[in-house]
């Protein structure tokens, strides 16, 4: 089923970039394997992927103590708790969640004590929903400007999680504006601030419009590995 799955979403992640004149390889697939086994990752791993996207901070640790092949890579894509930092740094090469200046200072903190730069995304809740983790559109910039101070870490782009559509149509206009901002905030050439390339964008039911609209990471999960039974762990 995964060997299945992956060719799919390979080839859909190729077309959609072809169909906008991008090159396939400008976007990188993070297969979310959060609540999956270990024999999963493996197959996947197996499969040629390299990077495995984690919501939880003890299962990713538990996870890359587990499977430690040299150059798989995983990604903290769901809220961290402060007191839960330590897990992910460094054993994730990004943190794609960062929803707050209190937050980016903490991982700061952390990575300064452990000796590494932690590299991050800032999340935006770009369609304003009030359920949703993230910076505001109009906070970003700001916010942007504070983090950039902060000197064991590196702001590598932005991520958001799209409001849950079976319509990925719908969603068009948020992913334009996630690319519209990060367009904006390299325009200004802020200090400390190297070129963000990172637009973390796109999840099974959309990402598809993602890649139509710049996505350089689509994350997902139920497209490759199947239903999560949340119940079951
Ligand atoms: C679970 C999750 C995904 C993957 O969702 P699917 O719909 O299963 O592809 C992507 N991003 C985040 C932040 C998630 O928590």
């Not at 064991?152 to 519209?180: C, Q, S, W």
Request: glycine residues 6%; proline residues 3%.
């Amino acid at each position: 089923m995964i060997a299945e799955n992956l060719k799919e979403v390979r080839k859909r992640i190729a077309n959609a970039a072809k169909r906008t004149g991008r090159d396939p390889s400008e976007i990188t697939l993070i297969c979310v394997s959060k609540t999956k086994p270990l024999e999963m990752i493996k197959e996947a791993y197996e499969l040629g992927e390299r990077c495995f996207g984690e919501n939880k901070p003890q299962e990713l640790r538990d996870k890359a103590k587990e499977l430690t092949y040299p150059d798989i890579c995983w990604h903290m894509i769901g809220t961290l708790q402060k007191n839960k930092i330590k897990y992910v740094v460094p054993a994730s090469v990004l943190i794609h969640s960062v929803d707050s200046v209190e937050l980016a200072r903490d991982i700061n903190a952390e990575a300064g004590k452990k000796g590494v730069i932690a590299d991050i995304l800032l999340e935006i809740n770009v369609a304003g929903e009030t359920t949703k983790h993230g910076f505001l559109t109009s906070e970003t910039l700001s916010a942007v400007c504070e983090i950039a101070r902060l000197e064991n870490l590196r702001i590598r782009g932005l991520m958001t999680v799209a409001p849950d559509t079976d319509d990925p149509e719908e969603n068009r206009p948020y992913f334009k504006a996630m690319r519209d901002l990060l367009v904006d905030i390299n325009s200004k050439n802020i200090d400390n601030v190297g070129c963000m390339n990172v637009l973390s964008m796109g999840m099974t039911n959309d990402y598809e419009t993602a890649v139509e609209e710049g996505s350089t990471m689509v994350r997902i999960g139920t497209g490759i590995f199947g239903e999560r039974n949340y119940n079951k762990i």
